[in-house]
């Protein structure tokens, strides 16, 4: 996409963003819509996706030395107007002698302030200068946060001030400062896909969605997910995306399965004070804790019942502690699940411990479509379906996708024979597929080819070519089947009849109920339809028995002639 340029210096700011874009973030691994990667600052590499905690510039809890030291903190964020306010008189002034924090250091504007305020005593451009002067290496431009329950009217003047803030800004923007483009709108997504579209035609090489925070606050994750997702899929691909106030283990998998690469948040020092213990399932208050479920340092130190009685500031020191653990372990829990392909399944187990998770991620079953597109094609991992959630893996739609535009049957191929799933993968390597082959081998005509055939949930049918396929040979699914998976698996099976004709199916089935169904199904579907359908049911379909009376039953099949 091509920007709008309207003078010499920002053409050459432009210019050397891009460039700087080009060189600043690689992504490494991939799995759904979320990445690891390596952002490249001034300050050293930053692999995302990662936590950075809020960082009070004036007092803080636990110094931003030991967050390094100890909690494998690569980066914090600290607030830029609140160290201009305090510290902005003196000369040579750097973030990171301030702080005494080696690592990356990223500068939010203010804008907090304004929104809890009104109003702060600044200008974009000068906020910039500043961020400039005390060497930040991730710096946010003054941005108008848009809230929560703001009218549509309020919220577009939210969208067109940031845009405004933004394109002053771009001509003052460095080249050693990864700036930040915020994204507004609130909980309207035709607002959030607009600012989304103008922000990039701006040079920031890090984009951010803003105003989030009440809405996790309030556990309406699946607005969330609307909001995510309509930032995600209106700027470019290439640039890293900043989640403004996620700081909550619980929201982490989702978040990063969506593309969000960076996230922030003083939720583990504020909770603290609330006496709130941190989990990657939810938030527990000290009163209901027995045992520590967590084996952080801190957890490991002490006993549950010893939290009630400490004096006020000690226990505060502890969760404090504590829920910054949390937050970094479970990052690193949601990487490992990227580097191994495993994010879905991570994400299926943590939306099952509260239902607004659950509902996010029913809502985010209904992208399935992006998030196939934007996953990796192969991974070698074994695919598990667990029930109807696991429907919307990428690995199903992908397959559902080529099988219905891109396969059709062995040209000569008019006799479908449809068997169930042998006991092992791949079903073609299976001893049960031999001792068919075995059977029907004296099986010839000149008019019958037969096509082999399976019936699995979910895929429904999988021809006998495509078995030592991926995800076709390393899959495994739940028993008993759940309604949504068994009509699911059915649906699949119809959709590959009425596309495939074939002059005769002979249907080799068990008595379990997916056979049973799949047969109506199957004659619903051959009404009308010069198909001659056998069908040849056994308790057992591979016993031996069973395979003879298939191939003595296949020998009397019957040429169709047609008037």
């Known amino acids: 996409m091509k920007y709008k340029v309207d003078t010499p210096s920002q053409r050459r700011i432009m210019l050397n963003t891009e460039m700087v874009v080009a060189l600043s973030f690689e992504v490494k691994q991939r799995d759904l819509m979320g990445r690891i990667g390596r952002l490249k600052t001034r300050s050293g590499i930053l692999e995302t996706p990662a936590f950075l905690p809020v960082v009070n510039p004036i007092s803080q809890i636990i110094p931003p030395k030991r967050m390094l030291e100890e909690f494998k903190c690569k980066a914090v964020i600290t607030n830029s107007y609140i160290i201009k306010r305090h510290f902005g008189h003196l000369e040579d002034l750097d973030a990171h002698s301030l702080l005494e924090f080696q690592g990356v250091i990223a500068t939010d504007s203010g804008a907090y302030q304004i929104l809890e305020y009104g109003k702060i005593d600044t200008s974009p451009k000068e906020i910039v200068e500043f961020q400039k002067k005390i060497r930040s290496d991730i710096a946010v431009i003054l941005d108008q946060p848009t809230g929560w329950e703001t009218d549509y009217n309020t919220a577009l ?110 939720a583990y020092a504020l909770f603290s004070k609330d006496d709130r213990y941190m989990t990657p399932t939810g938030t527990m208050k000290i009163d209901d804790l027995s045992y520590f479920p967590c084996s952080c340092p801190a957890c490991r130190k002490r006993e549950a019942s010893e939290l009630r009685e400490m004096l006020k500031h000690e226990r505060e020191k502890f969760l404090t502690e504590h829920n910054l653990y949390a937050c970094m372990a479970e990052m690193d829990t949601v990487k490992q699940a990227v580097a191994e392909g495993d994010l879905w399944r991570l994400l299926e187990s943590r939306s099952r411990a509260h239902p607004a998770l659950a509902s996010a991620f029913r809502k985010l079953a209904e992208y399935k479509n992006v998030i196939e597109e934007n996953s990796p094609s192969y991974d070698g991992r074994g695919v598990y379906i667990f029930d109807f959630w696991s429907l919307s893996r990428p690995e199903v739609v992908r397959h559902t996708h080529k099988i219905e535009s891109n396969y059709t049957p062995p040209k000569a191929a008019n006799l479908l024979l449809l068997v169930p799933a042998p006991e092992t993968k791949p079903y073609t390597s299976s001893h049960q597929f031999k001792s068919l082959l075995e059977n029907i081998e004296e099986f010839s005509s000149r008019h019958w080819k037969i096509h082999i055939c399976f019936y699995a949930p979910p895929f429904g049918i999988i021809p006998s070519e495509l078995a030592e396929t991926y995800p076709l040979s390393q899959f495994e699914t739940a028993e008993p089947l759940d309604k949504e998976t068994l009509e699911f698996t059915i649906m699949q099976i119809r959709k590959y009849i009425e596309r495939n004709k074939y002059d005769a199916i002979f249907f080799h089935r068990g008595t379990e109920k997916l056979g049973i169904l799949a047969e109506k199904s199957i004659k619903k579907c051959l009404k009308g339809r010069n198909t001659k359908f056998t069908v040849n049911s056994n308790l057992d379909p591979w016993k031996d028995e069973a395979l003879e009376n298939l191939a003595k039953r296949l020998n009397n099949l019957k040429i169709i002639t047609y008037s």
């Open 157 to 266: 003047w939210t969208v067109k001030k940031t845009l405004e803030h933004a394109r002053e800004s771009v001509p003052l923007m460095d080249d050693d400062t990864l700036w930040v483009g915020p994204i507004q709108g609130g909980e309207f997504t035709n607002l959030i896909r607009y600012s989304a579209h103008e922000m990039s035609r701006l040079p920031f090489p890090i984009h951010a969605l803003g105003s989030p925070t009440p809405i996790m606050e309030r556990y309406h994750f699946p607005r969330l997910v609307d909001m995510v997702m309509t930032a995600k899929l209106n700027i470019t691909p290439d640039k890293p995306l900043h989640l403004f106030g996620a700081g909550h283990p619980m929201i982490f998998p989702l978040a990063v399965a969506m593309g969000c690469d960076m996230f922030d948040s003083a």
